[in-house]
């Protein structure tokens, strides 16, 4: 059996590619940092408040104000930059303060003044300021609805974006004539700076009708709050002013940046799996779908390379970033890489010598304290001699109390950066045919 402290040795070494100081740093080094007026500095995301802490390190009293808004325990040391903690993936009333006082930080600003924004993933849950007639409460929902019902990043973002005063390029609106300049770690597949944490500093691609469609796609529009559908409709009709598009000259002002994405922490991945003797074969670089379904072709792969069929030779380390989806329809808790894990224990039974490591670079799968899981062909029968049932756990999506019991979870802790997710299959040890 291959040890299971290679695989976190090998995720580990992908976290600490995803480290935002030094990513944080090298981008600053293209800031003006003298502006002719202010240096506001704003930002949301999981990762931010270590973006922020990098921001002071090097700019120091020349910043003027700021605030950024975080995850709960996602914190770092600033102090001239205020940190305002929010729940996360459900939107609270602290992130809605939060919103509400960036737009307060940004507002009225001349344009000698440079406002910089720190985003990263989690942003958009972050910071929600809901549009009249939506309330707080609306908005909770309409995110609740569209997570169960497994709504991908973008479609869930389109909707938000709607019914939103801060997203999908508003926050250029509010800050304008100001410069804007943003820094971005991107957790989204393709790095689209309009999708990233909705995407405050960017013209936004999506339009009312979108985001109706969406509903429409989930057969929600029945289900969601009545003032969600109404605003939505309002702006089909054209009676509410679109998102600001790819030609508003508010644009002409705002520089987007993306210093960070997936592809440093898969490259890093490959790079210690091939220290440890493994042969790295990067199999996508936007790994996206249904987890359980994703995780059985995870498989099917593995069984192929055995076979001597595969794309890389044994002893192999299979690697995938990106993020896939879960669809909801148990009561159990877990997220997309537990699932993805428990889903894959169940199809590897037979295969003794495959590790599987699913986890998000963020520390966080789903609403639980865990990055992900890890798993080989004793998984499932040790959860049975647990009294578990896997495949009835994984029907009930109650992927977390499974790994659990198995002391299979694996626990970052707040990692302070967010680079989408790392999959990981081990084939073969080193020397062991």
Do not use: W
Not at 285 to 305: C, M, N, P, Q
Not at 319 to 330: L, Q, S
Not at 332 to 357: H, K, N, P, Y
């Amino acid at each position: 059996m291959i040890p299971r402290a290679v695989a976190r040795a090998i995720f580990d070494a992908a976290l600490a590619a995803g480290d935002v100081r030094p990513l944080t740093l090298r981008a600053l080094e293209s800031l003006d940092p003298h502006p002719r007026g202010a240096l506001v500095v704003v930002g949301a995301g999981k990762a931010s408040a270590a973006m922020a802490a990098a921001t002071e390190e090097a700019l120091g009293d020349r910043i003027s104000e700021g605030a950024v808004v975080v995850k709960d325990g996602y914190l770092a040391e600033t102090r001239r930059v205020r940190l305002i903690e929010a729940g996360h993936p459900v939107p609270d009333e602290r992130g809605a303060a939060g919103a509400r006082e960036i737009l307060r930080l940004v507002h009225g600003r001349s344009p000698d003044d440079l406002v910089l924004v720190l985003i990263s993933g989690g942003g958009s849950a972050l910071t929600p300021a809901p549009a009249s007639p939506v309330t707080l409460a609306d908005k909770q929902e309409m995110t609740k609805l569209l997570l169960a019902a497994g709504a991908t990043i973008n479609q869930l973002n389109a909707v938000r974006k709607h019914l939103s005063l801060l997203k999908g390029g508003q926050l250029v609106r509010a800050a304008g004539p100001a410069r804007v300049h943003a820094f971005l770690l991107s957790d989204v597949v393709g790095d689209p700076v309009d999708v990233i944490a909705s995407g405050p500093t960017a013209p936004d691609a999506s339009t009312f009708s979108d985001a109706l469609a969406v509903l429409d796609r989930f057969h929600l529009l029945d289900r969601a709050p009545a003032s969600v559908v109404h605003r939505l409709e309002q702006g089909k009709q054209g009676e509410i002013a679109e998102t600001p598009k790819a030609d508003d000259p508010l644009f002409d002002s705002v520089r987007n940046v993306v210093i960070g994405n997936n592809t440093l922490v898969v490259d890093a991945a490959a790079a210690r799996a091939r220290t440890l003797g493994f042969a790295p074969h990067i199999l996508t670089r936007s790994l996206e779908g249904e987890a359980r379904i994703v995780a059985t072709d995870f498989i099917r792969l593995a069984r192929e390379i055995e076979a001597g069929r595969g794309p890389v030779v044994p002893p192999a380390c299979v690697i995938a970033g990106g993020e896939t989806t879960v669809t909801v329809r148990g009561n159990g808790q877990g997220g997309r890489c537990q699932e993805f894990a428990l889903a894959a224990a169940l199809a590897m039974e037979d295969l003794d010598d495959v590790v599987i490591l699913a986890a998000g670079t963020d520390g966080t799968d789903g609403p639980t304290s865990a990055a992900g899981a890890i798993v080989d062909a004793r998984s499932a029968r040790r959860a049975r001699e647990r009294g578990h049932d896997p495949r009835t756990r994984l029907d009930a999506n109650d992927s977390h109390a499974v790994f659990a019991s198995l002391d299979d979870l694996v626990v970052t802790g707040p990692t302070n950066t967010n680079l989408l997710d790392v999959y990981l299959m081990l084939i073969d040890s080193p020397g062991g045919r």
